[in-house]
């Protein structure tokens, strides 16, 4: 059909992109001026004097719970999974690009649903190994001034306004984390999950760190400068593992799936219906077996 043929609302309609700015804000979307708004995180915490503090924070509690709501009965159901992090920008086709699809795909393939932050680059390629090995792709979202939005193999999405909320969701519905290449973001999420497993906020908690070449330099210093200056313990480095392929890290994060049913860790008295693995190596429900063999 020609542009000519269409009304003018349908031909002129402007499509979001590199020509229209926009962004989203929560379940909002915003295009040109109406972007120039700052973030839920912003807004919380650039406080200006105490009587907007006291008469705008009480909403925004409100708005805290609804995060956690949602996320909660979204993800309660989900059953055994790991969340997977890594670079946004992570080029489709690069090697830590395959390494994250193929590191989905095996999760997948196994009954464990693959959880990432719902972005480009690794997060997408996880994602789309989760796709295609038949499984469950969750992708959690948050508000920011350049984001792009969830990638297309999210099959199950939430947009977060607040950072603490998304990163409660990432701990409570994974049962490890295994943390490709990446940049602040990354190093955030895995050093948080290290002091939670430090600490004792979480037990049997796997971290899989995949290549040694890039992970290797910040370990070292963790060693020869953390631990000989008595920052940190030496026990503490067994807080990580480190593989080199998706075999391996697939290999090592479901090992702390079992040391956690051994001692009844995270996966509860609730869940050991689905926890062990059969004698297939399945982790995930009985009902979902079919679904993952094409069935």
Known sequence: MSTESRSSDEAEAPRPGAHVPWR???????RRRQTQQGTADQHLLDTHGAGRFVH??????????????????????????????????????????DTAVEIGRLLATR???VITGGGPGSMEAANRGAVEGSGISVGLG?????ETGLNPWVDLG??????????TMFVKYAHGFVVLPGGL??????????VLVQTGKVTSFPIV????????????????????????????????????????????VLAGFEEDERR??????????WADADETGWYGRPEQLGTADGE
Do not use: C, H
């Not at 719970?65 to 969340?83: D, K, R």
């Not at 948050?142 to 350049?146: A, D, G, Y």
């Not at 939430?158 to 990163?167: D, E």
């Not at 963790?222 to 391996?248: F, K, N, W, Y």
């Open 158 to 167: 939430i947009n977060f306004r607040y950072f603490f909320a998304r990163k």
């Open 185 to 194: 973001g990354t190093l955030d999420e895995l050093f948080e999950a290290m």
């Open 264 to 273: 009844g860790g995270m996966f509860g008295s609730a869940e050991e219906e």
């Open 209 to 252: 760190l995949v290549g040694s070449r890039f992970w290797g330099p910040l370990l070292d210093w963790l060693r020869q400068t953390l631990v000989s200056e008595g920052m940190i313990s030496e026990r503490d480095m067994d807080l990580v593992g480190v593989a080199d392929t998706p075999e391996e890290a697939v290999k090592l």
């Open 142 to 146: 948050i508000e920011l001034p350049f």
């Open 24 to 30: 989203r804000k929560g379940p909002i979307e915003l």
């Open 56 to 97: 705008t924070d009480p909403w925004r509690v409100m708005r805290i719970q609804s995060e956690f709501v949602e996320g909660f009965g979204a993800l309660a159901e989900l059953g055994p999974a790991v969340s997977v992090f890594g670079s946004a920008r992570t080029v489709p086709g690069s090697p830590y690009y």
């Open 111 to 113: 009954g464990v649903a």
